[in-house]
């Protein structure tokens, strides 16, 4: 391990300790995590994972609020010493899969399973705040644990997640001055961290098209408007905004995923309906799909001589981390772990609502390893097969208990 020249005797004297307290909290880490993992809860149910945090958090001496957006959690620990106030954010929320894996902790629940991990995030959260409020009485500020329920979306007609945590007051009283978030990565071996300096994680598009012709026997095609060959000269057309329009150094997918249109062989449909969805890593494009769509689609459809509807819900915008709050924590990561694990990576096209979070404070969302290939955990996050390597939890809690505490040091130092 190589270490920064700069870092002080008291900083090392401070990791001793830590993790000499997070070597003997491990089995209770386990513990939690195989608790939390046998009884999963779908978005918006998190009724007993939310009793639980809140219980532990109180136990700990924290300033606890429950009941925000549904089943969320907030704790905040006062440091001994003035400062800023730095927030931790875990997600609690389960997904509708039948686990595979046959572990003594298997889900306990039929057809629910923590397949994204959000059971080791919360784990992690824990611990930080178990560790955390041991030396209060040395910390300058605050730190806000956020419990968030409904990361993976609430259920059809509700809602739920980081927006209305937002809205429900969890970045108010006291307001963090930065905020950090995890997320277990499987291609990463336990032991290490993988970070992107600046966009993490995608956002994530739900578009509805309804193209409307004119029915019409199939015989007598330019009595009616044929409103499959419309749709099929719009899913064309469509992709030539990732083709023509959009820079093409600026990740974009924009892809169909279901379409319906027409009930007989010999009528021709007066409606295609379709269904897709857009992705993107850079929020200017963000912001220029669906128009780039309504133009499309406008165009298209006229010279058809159909007509459009579009339905287009923007689910959660881009990741984004603050450069800036990156490279000051990039020393402390690589403190804990060593230069050898703190491993630059690549985007993920996949999206997070975090994202809410980090468009009001600066952010960074990293990524915990959580594969361990000697013992057969490689499966993809939303898998069926889906597991951790439990050691991943220690090194999680070191990593941003550090984090958290180098942070508001940093930030007392300030003047
Ligand atoms: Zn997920
Ligand atoms: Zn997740």
Redesign the pocket.
């Known amino acids: 391990m190589t270490l920064s020249r700069s870092v002080s005797a008291a900083v090392l004297a401070r990791d001793a300790r830590y993790r000499r307290d997070i070597a003997d909290l491990t089995p209770k880490l386990v513990e939690i995590r195989r608790d939390l993992h046998q009884h999963p809860e779908l978005s918006n149910r998190e009724e007993r994972t939310a009793k639980l945090v809140a219980e532990r958090l109180r136990a700990l001496g924290l300033e606890v609020k429950t009941g925000i957006a549904h089943h969320g959690v907030i704790g905040v620990l006062r440091g001994g010493k003035p400062g800023q106030v730095i927030a931790i954010r875990a997600d609690l929320d389960a997904?509708p899969i039948e686990e595979a894996r046959d572990t003594p902790y298997k889900s306990r629940n039929p057809g629910v399973m923590h397949?994204?991990g959000?059971d080791a995030h919360t784990t992690v959260a824990l611990g930080v705040a178990e560790i955390l409020a041991k030396y209060r009485a040395d910390l300058p500020g605050a730190v806000k644990f956020i419990f968030q329920p409904a990361?993976?979306g609430p259920p059809r007609g509700e809602r739920g997640g980081a927006k209305m945590m937002i809205e429900e007051g969890a970045l108010d009283a006291p307001a963090p001055d930065a905020i950090f978030g995890l997320h277990c990565m499987p291609m990463l071996e336990s032991g290490s961290i993988g970070y992107c300096e600046t966009a993490a994680m995608a956002s994530a598009d739900r578009f509805l098209i309804t193209v409307r012709g004119k029915k019409v026997h199939g015989a007598y095609p330019h009595e009616g408007v044929d409103a499959i060959v419309t749709a099929a000269a719009v899913i064309e057309q469509l992709q030539t905004i990732r083709s023509r329009r959009i820079d093409t150094q600026a990740p974009l997918v924009l892809s169909i995923g279901s379409i319906h249109g027409g009930n007989r062989f010999n009528i021709l449909a007066d409606e295609v309906r379709m269904e897709g969805t857009a992705r993107t890593l850079d929020p200017d494009v963000h912001a220029r799909i669906e128009p780039l769509m309504r133009q499309i689609l406008k165009g298209v459809t006229e010279s058809h001589g159909a007509s459009y509807e579009l339905d287009y819900e923007r689910i959660v915008p881009v990741t984004v981390n603050n450069p800036q709050l990156v490279a000051q924590m990039l020393p402390t990561i690589r403190r804990i772990v060593g230069d050898e694990r703190a491993l630059a990576m690549r985007p993920q096209m996949?999206a997070e609502d975090f994202s809410y979070f980090a468009n009001r404070v600066p952010a960074f969302f990293y990524f915990l390893g959580v594969g361990n290939k000697a013992k057969g955990i490689t499966a993809m996050?939303?898998t069926p097969d889906f597991d951790v390597d439990e050691q991943c939890l220690p090194v999680g809690v070191e990593v941003m208990a550090a984090m958290a505490t180098d942070w508001l040091e940093a930030a007392a130092r300030r003047p």
């Open positions: 997904l397949a994204c959000h990361e993976e996949g996050l939303h």
